[in-house]
């Protein structure tokens, strides 16, 4: 079992569609014997109506997400697993990104008057991965894994919710962050980068930093 070298609990994997978050979680947990908490996609019933209809379905697929989200994140607040080793792919604050990506003016504000209602105060990871990638490749990706749910997924909306992610993380300060750029390396292809992933983190100094030579 591989160790990180520091006094992490909860990591967090993050970046936009196609990125490898979910591939990233599996392999790392395992590696490090943690825990594993991964959003539940699939189970959103308008997230392939919104696919085909994105204005008409924004909304209820945002709200869906949203409640799906705190649900499952109550849960582990109550069984206090925040205090074992855990990986996850996502960060709760993903709700808020892809809500002003996909809504109108309006829709954001009713979505943010819900949040605001329903939301508490949910302990903070102690690192955030931030999986960067171009668009182009991560459409290339999406087609690769061939969902179903998927198949009307745009190069333009990739674009939107890149631009959104590398907005929000480029001031992103809440916890130490490691951007990784994967357009040259696939962890789905390359099960050693986990060890270099792994040792890299143990080399983190600062609160923000970029991890893009693989040679390391």
């Not at 936009?16 to 990233?24: Q, Y």
């Not at 605001?116 to 102690?126: E, F, R, S, Y």
């Not at 909306?157 to 992610?165: D, E, F, G, S």
Request: no cysteine; hydrophobic share 45%; charged share 25%.
């Amino acid at each position: 079992m591989a160790t990180l070298g520091l006094d992490i609990k909860h990591i967090a994997i993050e970046g936009g569609i196609g990125v490898g978050k979910t591939t990233l979680a599996r392999g790392l947990a395992k590696k490090i014997n943690a825990s594993l908490l991964l959003e539940t996609i699939d189970d959103n019933p308008f997230l392939a109506l919104f696919y085909q209809d994105p204005e008409r379905h924004g909304l209820s697929v945002q709200l869906s997400f949203l409640f799906s989200r705190l649900k499952q994140w109550q849960s582990l607040v109550q069984q206090d697993l925040f205090h074992s080793v855990m990986v996850s792919d996502y960060l709760f604050a993903k709700d808020r990104l892809f809500a002003m990506t996909n809504l109108s003016d309006e829709e954001f504000a009713l979505y943010d008057q819900v949040a605001q209602l329903v939301a508490i105060d949910l302990p903070k990871p102690d690192l955030v991965i931030f999986l960067q990638s171009s668009a182009e490749t991560a459409l290339s990706r999406v087609k690769k894994r061939n969902r179903d749910i998927e198949k009307d997924i745009t190069i333009d909306y990739i674009n939107q919710v890149t631009a959104t992610y590398d907005n929000f993380f480029f001031h992103y300060q809440d916890t130490p962050l490691l951007v990784v750029q994967t357009d040259r390396i696939n962890f789905a292809d390359r099960p050693d980068a986990l060890d270099m992933l792994i040792q890299r983190i143990g080399h983190m100094r600062s609160g923000t930093e970029f991890w893009a030579d693989f040679s390391e």
